[in-house]
């Protein structure tokens, strides 16, 4: 199956993956991971290229979370290396320090800091030190203000700004946690189903907002949601039983068989 | 003669110590012994009628060390009457009757002493006080008449008064007895009574024997026996006889024997460590098992779990005293009666609680956590109202009491293994209902996705409350097993609380074999290490391992992993 | 409510007590009753109302160490969601160090007379002090262990599992393991710690008799400065970024290890302040009641200090101080009067704070914020809804 994605993208001989390396920003290469028997991941690989967005979709059990998982260092791989920007390592690392390179992720059942308010759901993203005694004697910078201010706007929560995040609705928690993840000024940001539970119009939204996040940092979006997908307009991913079963665009990828198939055979 | 011995004796393998011990009861009673037993003629029964009442007489003699003497000479003869008149003379029956000066055995009913003559043991008259004198004995003279009662056991008519006369023949290892113990090996027609007695000789020949062939003999009868005893035996040889500079081969085959003994008894040491631990284990796994399904199935803390099997104790007490009128003690019975109805009661209380605390707690096991420990304190204070702060005594039934003991000194207690059977039992039992039945596949399924089988029609509050109900009967009828082997008081579950706990911990949440497992290894390392390090810090040492490991393994041996996990 | 300091451009630590309005009531409290209490026991006549008695002063001493306890555990569970039923071990270390101590000062008044060696080490035939007894004969070093062993027990402990995420009730139940291995290890008399009996027949500290009523009052005030200092302390922490991030870890670990935090060292920080905390409470407490022995090492004993703090309310620091003086008063009050009631009370109590009083008594006195909290209350029966939910959908 992964035979088609290497030919896709072009990394058959080596040359070409030294080059394809060179310009990702994330490279996952023969993943495999197994809970209790079961292949979670089947010797996935596929590559993002800087400032790109990427939509990846695929039939549940596909293995999307727990790609997520591995390259947010939630879950060790039995084999394969994931590469951020072609040289880190991040199997040897761990949640925290991952976040730290400049990887965000949103997960699927939005996480927010519940008994915080949504100021401080950003002030505790913003990017910054991370360490237990700056954090001790930390004090709000006029900087950091104006930068929490203007994620405000930008997720569309300027009034709920003292609201406890508890209060919001389920589309504001996933803009809030959208929201943090921009505080935290990722390079990369993984973003797990957005839309699951929205309107409508909060979908459109959202697309919009992914599409202005990605102008200045590469994405790659977790979703089931074929319309949302097609707003998104960009490249798609297809997994399937833990490895990749399609890549190209929507309408490229929605023409090969064997996608149909799977999704047609279930 | 005695002399001669006395220079035998100087002459035989003993260290200064043993010298010295030698010396000093030659000086006292035993010394005569050994004179007296080498002139002891080979029949039994020597004593005529005339002699034995004779020589009874001169047990009345004013001076302690005659009196000995006398009873050494009658000790030594073996005659079969001789017995009950000097353990008459040591339980102080033994009188001289004023009338005819003759000794008789007298035992008192209300003020009328009924006499018995000592030498054709009928009934001989009847007195007061007034007509006797009892004759006078001392703690020098009880220690004499206890040794000789034991030479005189040596030759009883029955089999169970010689074992045991040869069994502390053994213990004290005295070279004086080996004349009357060689007789008495003559008689012996027991064959197993009979081997006994020839290591018991062999052990005596040991210290006694002179020349290398009898050394290098009785060394060899030693070798091929397992016990402490003998282990003893052999090394005290083996530094006397270095000390003393025997022959290089009595030497050498003396060791050799000793570690030969020493290798077989760490064999025996090491299987009766993991008999000890396996029942530990089975103890741990009573106690755990039940919590393994609350725990582990449920993903509830019941912290109350203690007093379950506290109060299924308590259950096997009152149905113990509720039948008590109409059972004999020691029946089985009133056990047999009492697993159900510990599972029902304790089941019962669980099921209450779960409906009036632990439904309303659900996804907030700490909370859960402080709540079931306040029913524990309730409970226990209850139990404590109602029954008093006391131990209550539960009878062991028949079938239950004694042990199997091996001569390597294992001794296996038949209610440690009733308790292992009964446990295997058990785990049996519940994942045959867990796998096999209708409740189990319900409970399953309800753990595994709440709202889906709350949408195939199955009650989940319902399987709830029966899950917590089973976890907490099985509790009670662990409760019914360790009120045989602990004290049936208020705290009982106290001391099983953590355990249990750490049981199901070790073993992994949600896996019954788990905590089987998980059981039985913490049993059994905790029993290796007591030997080393003394129970209190062994069972520190496994606290502190089982802390280390669950940084390792935080969610245990057997966890499951994956995505599902997760929450 | 008004935020103090953004209307008043205030440094933070007067802006964040001006906003903690239990917090200044405690503090007023505090400062009260460490003028009111000691007068009213040394100068006020025994003939007059306002007499303390010496007994009081020292119960109500006894109950400040308690407050302290309970401020050290509210400060992990309340706002890290750490349950920790080991703190009782916390809190008897800090109490064996000023024990040592008070032992080291009886000298040769002992029962055996022997200069250097305590009378229990006589008793037991031991020619020379232990080495780890070396240096408690002075009371600087005695105070700095009281706070270190603790601590570094806290860390040591606290690294070993906040590093492998052991979390949740694994975390409770091991605390417990901790405390039940240490409770086993004081009851052997080979650790020259008095064995079963404990330290005790203290006679001064600092050259004060501890039976003087001057040195009952002086550890009175000592109680309440250090429940004061200890509870600013815990405000600052609690009121800080890093305090933020307690909460957050709290609420949704995984989010804040994402967000770029390493959780086990905010973690291991707070267990750490806390357990120092619990030290002090232990180094104050043992003067106040004359023994320290290894019954406070019981777990269960550590499961009581979680319920002072549930009953006052947890998370709020003030809360768990009014818990202590409740649940204490209550104990007090009913091991004098009906003892047999005493559990029933205190299971009783238990169940209903967890099943009817989530918030504690402070959640249910409007004046400290309860309508919001009732808002917390409303949403916290949406989230367990959710959670129930969920459970089923996941797996």
Redesign the interface.
């Known amino acids: 199956m992964s035979e088609a994605a290497v030919i896709e993208t072009g990394a058959s001989d080596e040359p070409q993956v030294k080059s394809a390396r060179a310009e990702t920003i994330l490279y996952v290469d023969g993943v495999s991971v197994t809970f209790d028997g079961f292949r979670a991941l089947n010797n996935l690989s596929f590559y993002v290229e800087p400032g790109e967005l990427r939509a990846i979709i695929g039939p549940n059990g596909a293995g999307k979370t727990t790609m997520m998982d591995i390259i947010t260092g939630k879950t060790r791989p039995d084999t394969g290396d994931v590469l951020f920007k072609s040289e880190i390592d991040l199997t040897k690392m761990d949640e925290a320090e991952i976040a730290n390179l400049g990887i965000g992720r949103k997960f699927q059942k939005p996480t927010v800091f519940e008994s915080h308010t949504v100021f401080d759901n950003l002030l505790l993203a913003c990017s910054g030190g991370r360490g237990v005694f700056q954090a001790l004697f930390h004090r709000l910078s006029d900087a950091e203000k104006i930068r929490i201010e203007k994620t405000l706007i930008t997720i569309m929560l300027e009034d709920k700004r003292d609201e406890m995040a508890a209060n919001l609705s389920h589309g504001q928690k996933q803009w809030l946690e959208i929201g943090m993840l921009l505080m935290q000024e990722p390079e990369l940001l993984l973003v797990d189903e957005p839309v699951a539970g929205m309107t409508d119009s909060e979908t459109e939204e959202t697309a919009k907002l992914l599409r202005s996040i990605a102008k200045d940092r590469s994405v790659v979006v977790v979703e089931h949601d074929m319309e949302f997908v097609r707003d998104l307009d960009c490249k798609v991913t297809v997994l399937h039983e833990g490895s990749v079963l399609a890549e190209g665009r929507l309408d490229h990828v929605q023409k090969d068989p064997r996608v149909i198939e799977v999704y047609l055979g279930r | 003669m005695r002399n001669d011995i006395l220079s035998v004796l100087r002459r035989s393998p003993f260290s200064m110590c043993k010298m010295h011990e030698i010396a000093t009861r030659v000086m006292g009673a035993l010394g005569f012994v050994v004179v007296l037993a080498a002139f002891v003629p080979d029949t039994a029964q020597a004593f005529s009628d005339e002699e034995l009442r004779n020589i009874a007489e001169q047990l009345d003699d004013k001076s302690a060390t005659k009196k000995v003497a006398v009873i050494e000479e009658m000790a030594a003869d073996g005659d079969p009457r001789v017995a009950p008149i000097l353990k008459a003379m040591l339980d102080g029956d033994l009188y001289v009757r004023d009338s005819d000066e003759h000794v008789v055995i007298a035992t008192k009913k209300g003020k009328v002493y009924t006499h018995i003559d000592i030498v054709s043991g009928e009934v001989a008259g009847e007195s007061s006080s007034k007509e006797l004198s009892k004759i006078k004995i001392n703690n020098r003279l009880r220690g004499a008449l206890r040794d000789a009662l034991a030479t005189l056991n040596l030759f009883s008519p029955d089999l169970a008064v010689r074992s045991a006369a040869v069994e502390q023949i053994m213990d004290a290892r005295d070279p004086a007895m080996l004349p009357l113990l060689l007789r008495a090996i003559d008689r012996e027609e027991d064959e197993t009574l009979l081997a006994r007695m020839q290591l018991a000789e062999a052990t005596m020949a040991l210290a006694a024997g002179e020349t290398t062939d009898e050394r290098l003999a009785a060394i060899a009868v030693l070798a091929s026996e397992t016990t402490p005893q003998i282990r003893a035996v052999l090394s005290q040889f083996v530094s006397s006889a270095e000390a003393e500079g025997y022959q290089p081969e009595v030497v050498a085959a003396a060791k050799d024997a000793l570690a030969s003994v020493e290798r077989r008894l760490s064999t025996w040491q090491t299987v009766g460590d993991v008999y000890r631990g396996i029942s530990l284990g089975s103890v741990l796994l009573l106690a755990a098992v039940g919590l393994a399904i609350t725990f582990g199935v449920m993903g509830v803390?019941n912290?109350a779990h203690g007093e379950m099997i506290m109060i299924g104790a308590y259950t096997t007490f009152v149905v113990q005293q509720a039948l008590a009128p109409f059972l004999s003690s020691g029946s089985a019975w009133s056990l047999a009666i009492s697993v159900p109805a510990a599972f029902l009661v304790a089941g019962a209380v669980g099921v209450v609680i779960e409906r009036c605390?632990i439904r309303?707690?659900?996804?907030?096991?700490?909370?859960?956590?402080?709540?079931t420990?306040?029913?524990?304190?309730?409970?226990?204070?209850?139990i404590?109202?109602i029954f008093g702060a006391t131990n209550q005594q539960v009878t062991a039934p028949d079938f239950m009491s004694g042990a199997i003991e091996f001569s390597t000194g294992l001794v296996l207690t038949y209610n440690r293994l009733w308790i292992i059977l009964f446990s295997v039992i058990v785990v049996a039992g519940i994942a045959a209902v867990l796998r096999y039945t209708a409740f189990g596949l319900q409970m399953r399924a309800v753990t595994?996705?709440?709202?889906?089988?709350?949408s195939v029609g199955i009650r989940t509050g319902y399987v709830d409350a029966l899950t917590f109900g089973l976890g907490s009967g099985i509790a009670g009828i662990a409760g019914v097993a360790l009120s045989q082997i602990s004290n049936v008081s208020p705290n009982l579950g106290?001391t099983y609380i953590?355990d249990s706990?750490?049981v199901v911990?070790f073993g992994g949440v949600g896996n019954l074999w788990g905590t089987v497992l998980g059981a039985f290894s913490l049993g059994i390392v905790n029993k290796f290490l007591e030997p080393m390090a003394g129970a209190?810090?062994a069972?520190?040492f496994v606290?502190?391992a089982?802390?280390?490991f669950?940084?390792?393994r935080?969610?245990g041996l057997f966890a499951?992993?994956?995505?599902?996990v997760?929450? | 409510m008004t935020d103090y300091r953004q209307k008043y451009k205030m440094t933070p630590v007067v802006g964040w007590l001006l906003n903690d309005r239990g917090g200044m009531t405690l503090l007023a409290i505090l400062i009260a009753a460490a003028i009111l209490v000691p007068v009213g026991n040394l100068l006020v006549p025994e003939s007059s109302a306002f007499h303390v008695p010496t007994w009081m002063v020292s119960l109500l001493g006894k109950y400040l160490c308690y407050a302290l306890l309970a401020l050290s555990v509210d400060l992990i569970w309340g706002f890290c969601g750490i349950l920790s039923l080991g703190h009782g071990a916390f809190f008897a270390l800090g109490g064996y160090a000023m024990g040592m101590y008070l032992m080291r000062q009886i000298g040769d008044r002992g029962v055996y007379g022997d200069p250097i060696l305590p009378d229990f080490m006589v008793f037991l035939n031991w020619k020379e002090l232990p080495w780890y007894w070396y240096g408690f004969d002075m009371f600087w070093f005695a105070i700095v262990m009281a706070m270190f062993v603790p601590g570094l027990l806290a860390f040591v402990f606290g690294f070993l599992a906040f590093r492998s995420r052991v979390t949740g009730v694994y975390l409770s139940i091991i605390t417990q393991a901790m405390t039940y291995a240490l409770l086993l290890a004081f009851f052997r008399n080979d650790m020259g710690f008095g064995g079963n009996n404990g330290l005790t027949d203290f006679k001064d500290l600092l050259g004060f008799s501890l039976q003087s009523d001057g040195t009952r009052a002086g550890l009175f005030v000592a109680s309440c400065v250090f429940l004061g200092l200890c509870y600013i302390v815990a405000r600052g922490i609690t009121q800080s970024r890093l305090g933020k991030v307690l909460i957050a870890i709290r609420d949704a670990e995984s989010r804040v290890r994402f967000t770029g935090y390493r959780v086990e060292y905010y973690k291991l920080f707070v267990f750490t302040v806390s357990a120092v905390m619990a030290g002090i409470a232990g180094a104050l407490y043992v003067p106040q009641v004359g023994i320290i022995n290894p019954g406070e090492f019981a777990p269960a004993l550590s499961i009581e200090i979680v319920i002072w703090v549930a009953v006052g309310g947890r998370g709020t620091l003030y809360g768990a101080v009014l818990g202590a003086f409740i649940v204490n008063y209550a104990k007090t009050f009913f091991t004098g009067v009906m003892p047999d009631f005493w559990l029933f009370f205190l299971g009783g109590l238990f169940i209903a704070v967890t099943l009817f009083l989530p918030k504690g008594v402070i959640g249910a006195v409007p004046a400290f914020g309860a309508a919001d909290r009732q808002s917390l209350f409303t949403t916290w029966r949406k989230r367990v809804a959710e959670r129930r939910a969920n459970e089923g959908g996941k797996a």
């Open positions: 803390i912290m605390v309303f707690l659900y996804g907030r096991p700490l909370e859960t956590l402080l709540a420990w306040g029913v524990s304190l309730v409970l226990q204070q209850a404590r109202s595994q996705n709440r709202r889906m089988a709350g106290q953590i706990f750490m911990v209190v810090l069972k520190i606290l502190i089982l802390i280390l669950i940084q390792k935080p969610k499951l992993k994956g995505r599902a997760e929450a």
